[in-house]
């Protein structure tokens, strides 16, 4: 896209196996990070950033990247802040089996024994990928848009821009873990209740989400206020009728 940036570093291999790398970034409004949603990782977006990268590892440990970096124009960071498994769980139509007891008793046995397949496969699976592990300081401006998403079902989210410095800890076959501040300028939170109500409240300046380790315990400290359409205000209002003249 035309920004530049600066990369130095080695890349050591025997026989094209045993990988051993080491890469130093320095990026002046570069795109260092354009990924959508998937089930890999619990956040996605598109960053614009200043700063510098580190990128390091080999076969044995697997990736590390230690960044340090300021948003840029342009830059939106999704973050999921649950999962469909937990929101589903809280929907407004409930589903009654009424299948009789021994068929239940079946079909649970037949869904048990799935479940331990399906876990030994995704064991194998994640034994075989390589680990990732991510260690980013970001220094967020009002440039870039911050987007948490509460209820992924219901859709659930708070979107918003503003300052604050946050360090994020992801290990991809581990925890993710955030820590700092960040304070919102201008956003809007999208509330929905049961799926039947939806409210955008209007997010004011001066609001704080605070992070200090699993992003589910995050505190938000948040003022909103939400604007109706069209209100009377005949009722307020006395009827002549009823006025009564004192002599």
């Known amino acids: 896209e035309g920004h530049t940036g600066k990369l130095t570093g080695y890349l050591h291999y025997k026989h ?3 990988l051993n790398y080491r890469f130093e970034i320095q990026a002046d409004n570069m795109l260092v990070m354009n990924t959508k949603e998937s089930a890999d990782m619990p956040f996605y977006g598109t960053v614009y950033g200043t700063g510098n990268v580190m990128l390091s590892g080999n076969a044995a440990q697997g990736l590390e990247v230690n960044a340090a970096m300021t948003t840029n124009r342009n830059t939106t960071f999704t973050y999921i802040n649950g999962s469909v498994a937990s929101a589903t769980s809280n929907q407004f139509i409930k589903f009654v089996d009424k299948t009789p007891r021994r068929t239940i008793q079946d079909s649970v046995q037949i869904i048990s024994y799935y479940d331990q397949l399906q876990q030994k ?3 194998e699976t994640e034994e075989q990928k390589t680990d990732i592990r991510l260690n980013i300081l970001v220094d967020a401006t009002p440039d870039a848009t911050m987007r948490i998403i509460m209820d992924p079902v219901a859709g659930d989210y708070i979107t918003g821009k503003g300052t604050g410095n946050i360090r994020t800890e992801f290990y991809n076959k581990g925890d993710v873990r955030m820590f700092g501040n960040y304070r919102i300028n201008q956003g809007v939170y999208k509330f929905s209740l049961q799926e039947v109500i939806r409210k955008d409240f209007v997010i004011k300046d001066g609001s704080t989400i605070t992070f200090n380790g699993a992003p589910l315990d995050a505190n938000m400290d948040i003022q909103a206020s ?3 359409n069209s209100a009377s ?5 006395p009827d002549a009728s009823t006025i009564i003249q004192q002599p």
């Not at 205000?233 to 209002?237: M, Q």
């Open 233 to 237: 205000l005949n009722d307020l209002i």
């Open 226 to 228: 939400y604007t109706v």
């Open 16 to 18: 094209f196996k045993n």
């Open 121 to 123: 496969r995704q064991a």
